[in-house]
């Protein structure tokens, strides 16, 4: 079992920024793809990044250029840098990492970003 835990999150005005992380514990071999994703209130969860072992990102569009997504293979972390906040970015923010033995959610750390 790997328990990802999120931190970071609160409340920011329109157009500040927050830095999220997400520590993974627990029976770790090694961690493949990390990432992130959104719920707002209302809606679906959606894919906000995505980063590879190696490296390699994938983001939404809506995020391009203002989030970037990180990560420290050596602690099991991964980061998701916010800036140029907009209202519509508030939601749950939750981190996803996949391993050998599976695909594991953190509960959410809780964005909001006021006009």
């Keep these: ?3 990802p835990v999120e931190s970071g999150g609160g409340l920011v005005q ?6 999220l992380s997400c520590a993974a514990s627990g029976s770790i071999f ?12 209302g809606k679906q969860r959606e ?20 989030f970037t997504i990180s990560r420290d293979n050596s602690k ?3 980061y998701l840098q916010m800036n ?3 209202p519509t970015d508030t939601g749950v923010y939750y981190c996803n990492v996949e391993s050998s ?6 509960k959410g750390t809780l964005v909001t970003v006021s006009s």
């Design 1 to 3: 079992q790997v328990q």
């Design 14 to 19: 329109a157009g500040g920024s927050l830095r």
């Design 84 to 86: 140029s906040l907009k």
């Design 101 to 106: 033995s599976g695909s594991y959610w953190g």
């Design 30 to 41: 090694s961690l493949n793809n990390m990432g992130w994703y959104r719920q707002a209130p």
């Design 47 to 66: 894919l906000v990044a995505t980063i590879t072992r190696g490296g390699s990102t994938n983001y939404a569009e809506s995020v391009k250029g203002r």
């Design 76 to 78: 099991n972390t991964v």
